[in-house]
């Protein structure tokens, strides 16, 4: 989960920064370790954050 974690942090970097595939790629990696650990709400957070509008 700590790897998701990261992932999550670096994709709400690189949005911030305005690169946005790299953001996206890092939101559905982190999307999917959360899910593999369970963490639905935090898998659900990935998954609003990779749709919502730039």
């Known amino acids: ?3 998701a974690m990261a992932r999550q942090s670096r994709g709400e970097l690189a949005a911030a920064q305005g690169r946005l595939d790299a953001a996206l790629d890092d939101y ?3 999307q999917a ?3 593999a650990a369970g963490n639905e709400y935090e898998a659900a957070r990935c998954l609003a954050a990779a749709a919502a509008p730039a």
């Open 28 to 30: 559905v990696e982190a």
């Open 1 to 3: 989960m700590w790897l």
């Open 33 to 35: 370790g959360y899910a």
